[in-house]
């Protein structure tokens, strides 16, 4: 998954922005086309080769809330909202220490952060994001 920041904004007055969704399907052809002409958002597939979608919500006027869609990876979370937070490594702790889990290491997005999954304690799935353009 790929979260692209929407907007710029000023990091130092960030609060816990959902700047991102991601929306799992078995079918992605189908869910462009479902998503495409049910809510007239603008798809268009990756240029980095993965079987990921990056879906525009808005328009010039309103960017909207931007999204992705991707291969299924949980049969009982198929929608993931990912919340930006100014650390991943504090909210991990923060997110464990509140009785959820990390469900894997941080994922560099080169050029924009880095986006790490987690379960609350009810098992849904969630990501958060850290906004820093050096992540490589």
Known sequence: SVPCRAYSRNLKQMRRFLPYFEIGADDLEGAVSFYSKVFDWKIEKSEDGSDYWHITTGDEE??????GLGRRFDEWNSTVNTIEVPSLNDFAMKIVGAGGKVLAPK???PGVGYVQYCH??????FGIVEYDESAQ
């Open 107 to 109: 994922i560099p997005i």
């Open 120 to 125: 609350d304690p009810e098992g849904n799935a």
């Open 62 to 67: 309103d960017s909207g809330v931007a999204g």
